[in-house]
């Protein structure tokens, strides 16, 4: 089977999900999407075995949700005060 989207914003929908890490491919999303779909979950996978040994979330696995968002965290110089350094 072959499917086409047409739709330019839902293919960079699930690139960005596929380049989050939270999806290898296409196939596996659309898996997890239908399994929600019809109410199924999958077992929970345990922290630590997500996590590695200590348990602690990476600085990749926290800022993960926030890939293909297209933030800007740049400063906004208007909003600063004035500081007398003199």
């Known amino acids: 089977m072959s499917l ?5 914003e839902l293919v960079q929908r699930l690139n960005a999900q596929i380049q989050s890490g939270h999806f290898h491919n296409a196939e596996e999303l659309i898996e997890k999407a239908l399994d929600a779909l019809e109410g199924k979950t999958p077992a929970p996978v345990s922290v630590p ?4 040994a200590t348990g602690r979330k990476s600085l990749v696995e926290v800022f993960a949700p ?3 968002m297209n933030l800007d965290f740049s400063r906004n110089e208007s909003a600063s005060r004035p500081v007398d350094l003199g």
């Open 66 to 68: 926030l890939r293909g």
């Open 4 to 8: 086409e989207i047409h739709s330019p």
């Open 49 to 52: 075995e997500r996590r590695g």
